[in-house]
Structures are given as structure tokens and as C-alpha cells.
């Protein structure tokens, strides 16, 4: 509780009767319902509510709180002394800080809290219930939101907005949410060709349909309201007769095109184009709706046509794209950019395609970043490279984001869940550059593969290798074995091992979580002296809440050792602070270093210790395509390879 008892005593008696809680890394905020109060606690609440200092403190439980109580004391004592016009006020004051979080309690616990929007009337049209919406929506807990909250004063007048919301209403059919929805984006944006695409494949399929009803039928749970707004739509809909067609054409890729070949590309877009006509904002709509709405089967076709329709005037809405809320589309995105406005003719290296019947002009997909950007490893794709750093970088902020709430796990848990995470984005990015590569035909591959396994305490501290032929060999000490099998032009390059040590910060008392994290990290002597007879590739990965800007900070054997000695002749911890300085982030060591084999050893012995034995083989980590992607329109099929492997 932020609430100071010593300077407003009313609002903490207050807040202690609701009690609201909000787990560590949660959004959604819980109250208690309390028995009543008098008249003069609201009156109290009102005065304090008048002080900087305390309206300054007070967090969105605590706000959601006393609009609870105030709408209480207005339906018991006729008068709330005050206190929503106060609580009005604050709200202005820290627009956009508590807004959103204070609207997802008043709409989730099937409308417990729902009085929160009397104190608050109008929240219900601020873009914070709209992303209080998409959240309870995504959790699943926002049934019957329609009968308290009024859905005709929903608006959505961003468009970022409207790509998340849309999405996430249609796992909520039964709540009516896709209907609310494309009404609050009409609502917001107006019916413009965006807004009349969407909305067909979000909530009106049937509109699709040449030959569909003239009128929308009653589906279930259907209220009057939802019945006008679907009429709204139809009467705005169903004259544009272009929308209705590219809907049609899109919904085909999930459809009668489910499981077509590579065959179909040239009719698909000419009748996409046919359908479109010269109207650039129902092309760009249509370009957004590929990207976004294809399944994952027919990606390579999407990527195709997307390419085709997009012109030379479109580079901005594309990088618009680029950052699209889905990242999944925004990789799609990315590619396309470079497909069409990424290739440099002069580069010897990306040979230009032939003519073909099926494209009437020249295009690549290269993943190639601009000229004058170089890549910084030997994988010689620039792209390519930022794209694996910031996959990394993602899960390497969360994990930092959320250390506090999972630090006692241990270090080879939080490696086992962070690998395991990093593992499924890679692979999400490995899916989005092999559709790519579907789509160009390209016979030219090129694969990494990347394994770790987790280090079990039976085998850590047993006979490692022993390079150096001493008459002691060192034990075996590492959490975490990375090995890499590099390949180029088809030939392996030697596999390579690295081995990391974690550490991590700890709880101060883990009687007394609230003391907070320890300043050092712990470390073993004798386990960086093995670390360093074994390999001169070793590496501790520090466990912690982000140090400077490294959410996992990364510093080779050898410093960690010298900066502990240096440190205390001990060397039995290194300051937190000091790691900050020193280390490199996961994200960068990880695609530069490791993947840019700048490190790694390439002993047999090592290689084959760090693979491990039966019932302990390496967990694939990354198999993807680098290197190139090259089109060549017009090949026969049988020489088209198969893209990234």
C-alpha cells in the first residue's frame, strides 16, 4: 500500500477495507468487497484527495479502490463528498499512467467492480478500455462485458490499436466482442476500405459471398444492439463490391486454396489485382490483410502477392508495417521491404532473375540491409543478423523484466525456462524466413544449428577435459554447453563448443522478499579455475533484474576471475555493479560472438563432453536458413530446392 497513514489517514483506513493486490508481473488488479462505512470516512477521503503529495502516490488498485467507495457513498448517502470530481482530477493529472489498468478491474470478475465507470463515465470511450479489453480478452476474463459496460460508446481511433483489437475480439465470439469491435473501429476510424476488409473477415464472412444474404441473420446470444451494428456494417458493406471480392480471395487462402501448390500464384494475384482495380488504399488494405490473415501453410503465397501489389509509392506503409503490434507480421513485413525495395542491382552477389510468364518484372527477395550497412559476421547478411539479435533481445528483456518474481528458482531452472522460451522465437523466426524461401523457389540453403543442454548436478564437478595433459585434470563445470555445427556453400566449417556458468542474485532473506536482491554475485574459485584449464571459450552468464542496459549480462571466464581477485583476493564474489560495466548483453554475445564463431572450441574431446552421452543429447535451439535467398522466376521445379532446410 502507497497510501501514508501519517498524511492521509482516511485513505488508508480506506484502502485497507478494499484491499487491492497486484501479483508481481500481473496486470490484473483484485479488491476485496468490504462491509460498509460511514459517511464521514468519504468525507475524510475527499479532503486528503486535495493534496499533491497523496494523489501523487496512489497506484491504479488503490484509485480503483476509492472509485468503488465513492460510487458507494453516492448510492447510500446521496453525496460522496467530493470525491469523484477529485478522483476525476487525478485521473487528468496522470493521463495515460493508471488509465488502462483501472478500467481492466472495472470490466473483469464478470462486472463485480463495474461501478468503477459511474466514478469514471468517461473511460468507457478512452482508448484505455479499449486496451483493458484486448487484455482481459487474451485472458480470457471478460464474459458478459455487453451487460455493463455500454458498447455503443466504444472507440478505436488508432490504427495499431484496431490491428490488435480485431485479432483478439474473435476469440470472444460468444461475448458478441467482434461485433462491438468493428463498430468502436468505424466508430473511431470511419468505414474506410481498411475497416469494410477487416471487418468481413473479423465478423462478417457471410458478406463475402456474392450470393450471401441481403440482411445479417440472428446468430446466438444476439442483443437488439449487436443486431443494429451489424446492420450498420451491412449497409456500409455490402454496396462495395471491390472489398467484398479481395475478402472473398483472401478467405480462399484458408480455404478452397488450403493446400495449393506454387502453381496457383500467377492467377491468385491477377485476380487479386483485378478486384482491386486502382484503388491504393483497398491494395494496401489487401497487402496488410495477406501478411496478417494468411495461415501459416500459405504463407509463401501471401508473401508472393504481397510482393506483386506493392509499388514504389508504398515504402512508408510498409515500414509501417515493419512495426506492426503483431511481430509476426512485422517479420513478414520486413521481408517484403526488402524484397521490393531492399535489392542492389549492382551487387554481383544476387544475381537478377529471368523472365518468366509468372511475373512481368524483376524482383528479389535478398534479405539484404541497406548499402550502407555491412554485415558483421561471417553469415554476410545484415538482415538476417539484426533479426536473430532481436529475437534474443525480446526474451532477454523479459527475462530481466521478470527475475524478481522467479529468482529463487535456481540457476538451472531460470537457464532450462529462458532457452526453452528463446527456443520457440527462434523457431517462429526460422518459419517466417523458410516461407520466404518457399516462396522464391530458391536452391540455394545454408543452416545453422544451434544445441544446449542443461548440466545435471550428478555430472558437474566430474573429470572435464584436460587439454593441457596435467596429472590433475579439472572437473567438469558448466551449467550450460553451447555447440555449433556451422555449414557454408554445403560444406561444414567444425563444430565448436562454448561452456557457461550462471550466477545469479539473490534474496537478501528469502524470509523477507521485500529486503530485496543482494549487491554481488556468489562465485566459486575453484570452479573458474576449472573453467579456464579446460577452455579458453568459457563464459558467465549473470542471473539479475538487468545491469545498465544488459538484461542478461554475458563476461568471459577469464575477467570474471581477474575482476574478482581484483575485487578481493578471495575472489569469492564480484559486485553487481561491476558486472554491469564489464559485460556484454546475451542478445549481442549470442549472434556476434557465438553465432559469429568469434568463439567456441573446437577440441574433439570438449565437442563430444559438451554433446554429452545417451539421455542427454543437446536440445535443438535454432535451425534456420542464413546466408542468402535468392528467386530465380521460371526455373523448372526441379531444380527449385526446397529454401531454408
Known amino acids: 500500500m502507497t497510501a501514508d497513514f501519517n498524511i492521509s489517514p482516511g485513505i488508508h483506513a480506506m484502502l485497507h477495507r478494499y484491499r487491492p493486490d497486484k501479483r508481481p508481473g500481473k496486470r490484473v488488479i483484485t479488491l476485496e468487497s468490504p462491509d460498509s462505512f460511514n459517511q464521514e470516512w468519504i468525507e475524510e477521503v475527499a479532503r486528503e484527495l486535495e493534496l499533491p503529495e497523496v494523489t501523487a502516490q496512489l497506484d491504479a488498485g488503490e484509485v480503483a479502490a476509492l472509485a468503488l467507495a465513492a460510487a458507494s457513498a453516492r448510492r447510500r448517502f446521496g453525496d460522496d463528498a467530493g470525491t469523484t470530481h477529485a478522483l476525476q482530477r487525478l485521473l487528468e493529472s496522470r493521463a495515460g499512467d493508471l488509465d488502462a489498468d483501472i478500467a481492466l478491474v472495472a470490466i473483469t470478475g464478470h462486472g463485480q467492480h463495474r461501478d468503477i465507470l459511474k466514478t469514471f463515465p468517461d473511460m468507457v470511450e478512452s482508448s484505455a478500455m479499449i486496451e483493458a479489453i484486448i487484455e482481459a480478452a487474451s485472458q480470457g476474463a471478460?464474459?458478459?462485458?455487453?451487460?455493463?459496460?455500454?458498447?455503443?460508446?466504444?472507440?478505436?481511433?488508432?490504427?495499431?490499436?484496431?490491428?490488435?483489437?480485431?485479432?483478439?475480439s474473435e476469440t470472444r465470439r460468444d461475448d458478441l466482442l467482434p461485433t462491438y469491435l468493428v463498430a468502436a473501429t468505424a466508430r473511431g476510424l470511419g468505414w474506410t476500405r481498411w475497416v469494410k476488409l477487416f471487418a468481413i473477415l473479423?465478423?462478417?464472412?457471410?458478406?463475402?459471398?456474392?450470393?450471401?444474404?441481403?440482411?445479417?441473420?440472428?446468430?446466438?446470444?444476439?442483443?437488439?444492439?449487436?443486431?443494429?451494428?451489424?446492420?450498420?456494417?451491412w449497409s456500409e458493406i455490402l454496396p462495395d463490391l471491390p472489398v467484398r471480392q479481395v475478402a472473398r480471395l483472401i478467405l480462399d487462402l484458408e480455404g478452397v486454396l488450403s493446400t495449393s501448390g506454387p502453381d496457383v500464384r500467377a492467377v491468385y494475384v491477377r485476380r487479386l489485382r483485378t478486384a482491386i482495380g486502382d484503388d491504393d488504399d483497398l491494395r494496401r488494405a489487401t497487402v496488410e490483410a495477406l501478411l496478417s490473415r494468411s495461415p501459416p501453410r500459405q504463407h509463401d503465397l501471401a508473401l508472393f502477392a504481397a510482393t506483386r501489389l506493392v509499388e514504389a509509392s508504398d515504402k512508408a506503409f510498409v515500414s509501417e508495417l515493419v512495426d506492426h503490434p503483431d511481430r509476426e507480421v512485422g517479420y513478414l513485413a520486413d521481408m517484403v521491404r526488402h524484397a521490393v525495395f531492399g535489392a542492389v542491382a549492382a551487387d554481383d552477389t544476387w544475381p537478377a532473375p529471368g523472365v518468366s510468364t509468372i511475373t512481368d518484372r524483376l524482383f528479389q527477395i535478398g534479405l539484404m540491409p541497406a548499402a550502407t550497412e555491412h554485415p558483421l559476421t561471417w553469415i554476410g547478411d545484415r538482415l538476417l543478423e539484426r533479426l536473430i539479435e532481436q529475437t534474443i533481445a525480446g526474451e532477454e528483456r523479459r527475462f530481466a523484466q521478470e527475475y524478481r518474481d522467479h529468482s529463487e528458482e535456481g540457476e538451472e531452472g531460470l537457464l532450462r525456462s529462458f532457452f526453452s522460451d528463446l527456443a520457440n522465437r527462434l523457431r517462429d523466426l526460422g518459419e517466417g524466413l523458410r516461407a520466404t524461401a518457399r516462396a522464391t523457389?530458391?536452391?540455394?540453403?545454408?543452416?545453422i544449428e544451434l544445441n544446449y543442454r542443461p548440466v545435471d548436478k550428478s555430472e558437474e564437478g566430474k573429470p572435464g577435459v584436460n587439454p593441457r595433459?596435467?596429472?590433475?585434470?579439472?572437473?567438469?563445470?558448466?551449467?550450460?554447453?553451447?555447440?555449433?555445427?556451422?555449414?557454408?556453400?554445403?560444406?561444414?566449417?567444425?563444430?565448436?563448443?562454448t561452456l557457461v556458468q550462471a550466477k545469479r542474485l539473490r534474496l537478501k532473506d528469502t524470509t523477507r522478499p521485500e529486503r530485496g536482491l543482494t549487491s554481488s554475485f556468489k562465485l566459486d574459485p575453484r570452479q573458474m579455475t576449472d573453467l579456464i584449464r579446460q577452455t579458453g571459450s568459457s563464459f558467465y552468464l549473470f542471473q539479475c533484474p538487468g545491469l545498465l542496459d544488459r538484461g542478461i549480462p554475458i563476461i568471459p571466464t577469464q575477467l570474471v576471475e581477474d575482476l574478482a581477485r581484483h575485487h578481493a583476493p578471495s575472489a569469492?564474489?564480484?559486485?553487481?555493479?561491476?558486472?554491469?560495466?564489464?559485460?556484454?548483453?546475451?542478445?549481442?554475445?549470442?549472434?556476434?560472438?557465438?553465432?559469429?564463431?568469434?568463439?567456441?572450441?573446437?577440441?574433439?574431446?570438449?565437442?563430444?563432453?559438451?554433446?554429452?552421452?545417451?539421455?542427454?543429447?543437446?536440445?535443438?535451439?535454432?535451425?534456420f536458413g542464413t546466408v542468402e535467398i535468392v528467386i530465380r522466376v521460371g526455373e523448372p521445379k526441379s531444380k527449385a530446392g526446397d529454401g531454408f532446410r
Not at 523457389?441 to 543452416?447: E, H, L, V, W
Request: glycine share 10%; charged share 25%; aromatic share 4%.
Open 469 to 497: 595433459g596435467d596429472a590433475e585434470p579439472p572437473s567438469f563445470s558448466a551449467d550450460l554447453c553451447l555447440i555449433i555445427d556451422p555449414h557454408l556453400d554445403g560444406r561444414p566449417l567444425g563444430k565448436r563448443a
Open 572 to 623: 569469492a564474489q564480484i559486485p553487481a555493479n561491476l558486472v554491469g560495466s564489464a559485460s556484454r548483453p546475451l542478445a549481442e554475445w549470442l549472434t556476434y560472438v557465438v553465432l559469429g564463431l568469434r568463439t567456441g572450441d573446437p577440441l574433439a574431446e570438449l565437442v563430444a563432453k559438451a554433446e554429452g552421452g545417451d539421455g542427454r543429447r543437446p536440445r535443438p535451439l535454432t535451425r
Open 441 to 447: 523457389g530458391s536452391d540455394r540453403t545454408a543452416s
Open 142 to 168: 471478460m464474459a458478459g462485458l455487453h451487460r455493463y459496460v455500454d458498447m455503443s460508446a466504444l472507440m478505436i481511433r488508432d490504427m495499431n490499436q484496431a490491428r490488435l483489437a480485431l485479432p483478439v
Open 202 to 233: 473479423c465478423d462478417g464472412t457471410e458478406l463475402a459471398d456474392e450470393m450471401g444474404p441481403p440482411h445479417p441473420e440472428k446468430r446466438n446470444w444476439e442483443t437488439d444492439e449487436s443486431m443494429g451494428m451489424r446492420r450498420e456494417a
